[in-house]
Structure formats: C-alpha cells, structure tokens
C-alpha cells in the first residue's frame, strides 16, 4: 500500500516521461481544473501560468525543440502533498544550439491533482538560448 507521498512520487516520474515523450494530453490532465504552472525568474517566460494556458501552449515545445527536451530526475523526495525534484534538462534549440538547464521543481498535490508546479532554473540559460538574448523591460524602460 502507497502512501500519497509514494502516489504523488509515481504521478510525478509520470509526468517527466510525458514531457520527454511529448504528451501534452497527460502533462494537462496531471493538473488540477485550477493547477497552476510557476517559472520564477524574470524572464521572457516566467510567469503563472493556468491550466488552460499550460494546455494551450504544452505542444509549443516541439516548435522550438523539434526533437524534444529531455529531462533527467536527479533527486527526489515527497512529503505529505509535496514533491520536490532535482533535474536537468538537453535538447537542440531550432537556432542549433544545445539547450541544457538545471532545475528545482516543486509539484503541490491536491487529491492525486497537481494545484501548483513551481520551476526555478538557471535564467541566464533561459535568457541566452530560449529568448535569444532578449530580456524583460524592466519598470524604469517601461515608462
């Protein structure tokens, strides 16, 4: 017998096997109708991001990625709801460079339901490769 800490640990290995394999139908469905996806930094693609925005954009990846990004589980340990997660990440970027990152991720459960995925990563890689160099105005410029 599991208990949700092993559950959500099971859910949780699914759900980088989805992301590695391209399957936006389970990577949404993992969510809860109100899940939420978090990128923290101040990047071109950090943000919160709703479910229906992760729906919309999921497939988006192969865009960018036309062979994937694939993901590698370093470390990871589960308490109560929470999930807590060591990776890395390489694939080929359409400009033909080599994306690779590190990350943390934080997946918050809610019966069986992912309410909230909070990713921190290296943003400079972010910046460099996924956003060609581009950055966020900053309030100042914004004005």
Known sequence: MHNIS????????QFFDALNRG?????VDAYAADGCVQTMGNTLISGVFSRDQVAASAGGIFDVFPNGLTFTILN????????AVEATSVGEHISGQ??????????????????????????ERVTDVLCGGQRPLSERQKV
């Open 6 to 13: 092993d559950s959500n640990k099971i859910i949780v290995t």
């Open 23 to 27: 399957d936006v139908a389970f990577i």
């Open 76 to 83: 990871m340990v589960g308490e109560g709801d929470k999930v």
């Open 98 to 123: 080599t994306y690779s990152n590190e990350y943390h991720f934080l997946f918050e459960f809610q019966s069986g339901k992912l309410i909230r995925l909070k990713e921190y990563m290296d943003t």
